[in-house]
């Protein structure tokens, strides 16, 4: 079987006289696209296609019934409603239907038997039957559809093979019907439910998958179906995957703090809690050892853990729009390669393991960038541009102006505009108390010594001719007082 792959862009080659017998492939993808390409490429050699018309398959894809040794197959973005009945009878292990406009899942699909990987992402689907390939399925992408929730055939975990499960943007019901605390065998360890209004009596079954490896139950306010939680403390109390998970991800949850049972995912390696509300982290976060990646961006923290520098795996920090004033002995972890501490209150930048450190952004601080001693002014650069490179939002550079280096930031009260074209001055945040006792402000020699300053200037005389505005005078209307004599006698 021949491993070439055929991709076809904005496709109409099926109108065209291709005979498809003679493409020995394993792999097609077809994808859809609003791009124009000059003109119709055919290369025997790698069996690519490129078309400048729209895909309208429907009612060509049974030209794919030559092509018996397809396995994996992409039909993405064709606005696709149906498919052909010779579907089924191929040996298709990966399918990819998504970005179409499928409401139901065609009958075709239902039939195959063999499919292992499923993406029907960003379709109109309501409801998904349980289908042939149910014991087969290991990887399922429902992700924005209108479904009204879970299929019962995987809460009944009728699926033992199923490890992967994208669900966001869709709505969940009840899991009253889920028997995952029942079943002894099954392979879910990914489970994506972004968006999907979970409440707490969802906390339960969460805490039930003990297989699971990562957990994805965040917010994306730009969304409807936002997940609400007022006692997500529940969440790790005891769950069965305490010993397994190594991803939580916990984004825009209106989090106020993390409770100190964080300490008994002995496992994880990410934890993301950005865009939250907490203003400290606890010192039990510090006894995850195998923790990689830290993302507390976006919150109201005013510093991290003394004991932080347990945390030696550390590769990854991302603490960027916080209010954090001091960090110490970031060179105690050797492994640290990402450092994002943009627009927080920093004064000094302590030392740090260049040796590791491949991103780093310190801009919109309470110091300098330029004058730091542990990295030259160039390394800092190419570091803050890599990184810079990886995001998606526009960041300036400069220390924060003196009036804005105070506890009672004011964008504490709303997460900061990452977008703002606000240029900081590049100068020092230094102290306000500018007083010093020995200043005599009565000198009057030194007063007089000033050029253009003569006597006449130290007392002023006349009148001043500016025209303020007054204070309007408030008159309060007289009512009659029979207006509030009471009416029943």
């Known amino acids: 079987m021949s491993l070439l792959e ?7 080659f099926l109108k065209r006289k291709i005979k498809f017998s003679k493409i020995e492939t394993s792999t097609v993808h077809i994808i859809g696209k609003k791009c124009e390409v000059d003109k119709v490429k055919q290369h025997s050699n790698n069996n690519s296609f490129c078309s400048p018309y729209n895909c309208f398959l429907t009612k060509h894809l049974s030209g794919f019934s030559k092509l018996k040794t397809i396995v994996s197959l992409t039909l993405c973005g064709c606005n696709l409603n149906t498919l052909p009945c010779c579907l089924s009878k191929f040996n298709i292990k990966e399918l990819n239907l998504s970005h179409n406009n499928f409401f139901e899942v065609p009958e075709t699909l239902i039939n195959c038997r063999k499919l292992e990987k499923l993406d029907l992402s960003w379709n109109k689907l309501q409801k998904f039957d349980e289908p042939a390939f149910v014991q087969r399925l290991c990887c399922l992408n429902l992700e924005h559809n209108d479904m009204k929730d879970i299929p019962e055939w995987i809460l009944n975990v009728r699926s033992f093979n199923l490890e992967e499960l994208y669900y966001s943007f869709n709505k969940v019901q009840d899991f009253s019907s889920a028997n995952f605390h029942k079943i002894s065998h099954y392979e879910l360890k990914i489970l994506d439910l972004q968006n999907c209004y979970l409440i707490d009596d969802d906390i339960k079954f969460l805490k039930s998958v003990r297989t699971l490896k990562s957990l994805n139950i965040s917010n994306n306010r730009d969304s409807i179906n936002l997940n609400r939680f007022t006692k997500c403390d ?3 109390n005891k769950p069965l995957w305490c010993n397994t998970l190594t991803v939580l991800r916990l ?9 100190v049972e964080i300490n008994s995912l002995a496992s994880l390696e990410e934890l993301e809690i950005s865009e939250n509300c907490l203003m400290w982290l606890p010192e039990h976060l510090c006894d995850l050892k195998k923790l990689k990646s830290l993302d507390v961006s976006n919150n109201r923290l005013v510093g991290l853990p003394k004991n932080f520098t347990k945390l030696r795996s550390l590769q990854t920090l991302k603490a960027a729009h916080n209010q954090i004033t001091t960090l110490y002995n970031l060179h105690l972890l050797t492994n640290l390669g990402y450092i994002d501490l943009y627009h927080n209150e920093l004064d000094i930048f302590s030392e740090v393991n260049t040796n590791s450190l491949k991103y780093i952004d310190l801009e919109v601080n309470c110091f300098s960038t330029k004058d730091m001693v542990y990295l030259s002014l160039y390394e800092y650069e190419s570091k803050k541009t890599a990184l810079r490179n990886l995001l998606f939002e526009n960041r300036t550079d400069g220390p924060k102006a003196v009036g804005n280096c ?3 930031d004011a964008s504490l009260s709303e997460y ?10 590049d100068t020092h945040c230094t102290s306000s108390n500018h007083y010093n006792e020995v200043d005599n402000w009565d000198d009057e020699k030194s007063v ?14 006349g009148s001043d001719t500016s025209n303020f505005k007054t204070r309007n005078i408030i008159t309060f209307k007289k009512w009659p007082s029979y207006l509030f004599e009471d009416a029943i006698e």
């Open 251 to 259: 984004r825009q949850l209106q989090l106020s703090m993390l409770p």
């Open 406 to 408: 105070t506890e009672d």
């Open 448 to 461: 007089y010594s000033d050029n253009g300053c003569t006597e006449s200037d130290n007392e002023w005389k």
């Open 6 to 12: 055929n991709q076809v862009y904005n496709s109409s």
């Open 234 to 236: 529940a969440l790790f």
């Open 416 to 425: 900061s505009d990452s977008s703002s074209d606000i240029v900081y001055e």
